[in-house]
């Protein structure tokens, strides 16, 4: 299929500080996702990452404190902004819709491998 | 809201013999039904998929099933190995394309 990369991978950092976390795909993607995963749980959908507009957001997701970019179809950036204890999980993006070399179509969803954060 | 509801949440079996995790979802216009294997550390990985316009999926040793009218759907897994062992999570999803997840299953294969 295709490359999905995130940077960083983890990272410590301090209350009230902000963390941007890139997700980078090496293939055209239709469609990118923000999912949280924090430890021992499921998955939870953040937001839709939507090119060239605002992303749309889940309920109990804020745009000030999630905000989004998707500035073309094989990168996007999630920001958590003042971060607090409770901000520490896994962040996941996800793609869906994808395209690879040889016109071969992926119409499943895929993930990257994930930032770990931890917010003192 | 949308919901999924996944069961169990452990699973415990023997080596050779077969794991069905099970699922229920709320939402009547999902179409999308994936499974991911999540290994410790690492990203869910798509193991197996089933649209609504089948019943039955089946790939080597994993099968999924679909009931649309019951709105269940179970993974199957048969002649379970060590390495099977992981966090499986079932999801739906509709033209949206965003995956709503179960709550996840840890499945122990004991050897």
């Known amino acids: 299929s295709a490359v999905i990369s995130q940077k960083p991978s983890r990272d410590i950092c301090q209350r009230g500080t902000s963390l941007t976390i890139q997700c980078q795909v090496d293939?055209?993607?239709?469609?990118m996702f923000w999912y949280r995963q924090q430890p021992g749980q499921s998955l939870t959908l953040i937001a839709t990452a939507n090119q060239g507009s605002e992303a749309t957001y889940e309920s109990g997701f804020v745009i000030d404190k999630f905000p989004i970019s998707r500035p073309n179809l094989t990168f996007s950036t999630l920001t958590v902004s003042n971060m607090s204890p409770e901000d520490s999980s896994i962040y996941l993006c996800?793609?869906?819709?994808?395209?690879?070399?040889?016109?071969?179509?992926?119409?499943?969803?895929?993930f990257g491998p994930g930032t770990r954060l931890t917010v003192l | 809201g949308e919901n999924v509801e996944q069961h169990p949440s452990t699973l415990s079996v023997q080596e050779g013999d077969s794991a069905v995790i099970k699922c229920t979802y709320s939402d009547s216009a999902s179409n999308y039904f994936p499974w991911y294997k999540q290994e410790l550390g690492k990203r869910p990985q798509l193991i197996i998929d089933i649209r609504s316009n089948v019943g039955e999926k089946k790939d080597q040793r994993i099968a999924v099933t679909l009931n649309k009218t019951a709105k269940h759907f179970s993974l199957h897994i048969t002649e379970t190995q060590p390495e099977d062992s992981a966090v499986y999570f079932c999801a739906s999803s509709s033209n949206t394309g965003k995956l709503i997840f179960g709550q996840g299953t840890t499945l122990q294969v004991k050897p």
């Open positions: 293939s055209q993607v239709t469609m």
């Open positions: 996800s793609v869906d819709g994808l395209w690879v070399a040889g016109g071969t179509f992926y119409n499943e969803q895929f």
